[in-house]
């Protein structure tokens, strides 16, 4: 199992941005790969992967999935556990997830010359 990469960097991303990349790999081996398990290092990293055999010269993907709700920097693993030599493999994301901007929030209505405080004439 060869992959063109095996660390992912999201960059600079917002919060809530799409959190899917992709790991291309490509079966190297002369025998059907069989990927019989694929775990994050955390529940905010969700890995998919094929659940076929992937022939030799075939490829295929990796889709791993981190929860972009989270600020601040990560670095995280998804371990691949298959029928190849050496049995696994470890691929990386990292990354910056930015707060989201605030909108500004609208101003309080005492300070508008529609809420400023009223006299009242009631006599009781």
């Known amino acids: 199992m060869n992959f063109k990469e095996t660390t992912l960097d999201y960059g600079e991303i917002e919060q809530g941005s799409e959190p899917l990349r992709k790991f291309k790999f490509t079966n190297t081996g002369d025998a059907p790969l069989i990927i019989s398990n694929a775990s994050g290092s955390c ?6 992967w094929p659940k076929e055999p992937i022939a030799p010269g075939k490829s295929s993907t990796i889709d ?3 929860d972009t709700n989270r600020p601040g920097a990560f670095t995280k693993t998804v371990t691949l556990t298959s029928n190849e030599e050496g049995k696994t493999k470890v691929l990386t994301i990292k990354g ?17 010359p529609l809420g400023a405080p009223q006299k009242s004439n009631v006599k009781g």
């Open 96 to 112: 910056i997830v930015k707060t989201k901007p605030q909108p500004e929030s609208a101003p309080a209505i005492q300070n508008s």
């Open 43 to 48: 529940g905010c990293t969700v890995p998919e």
């Open 64 to 66: 791993v999935r981190y």
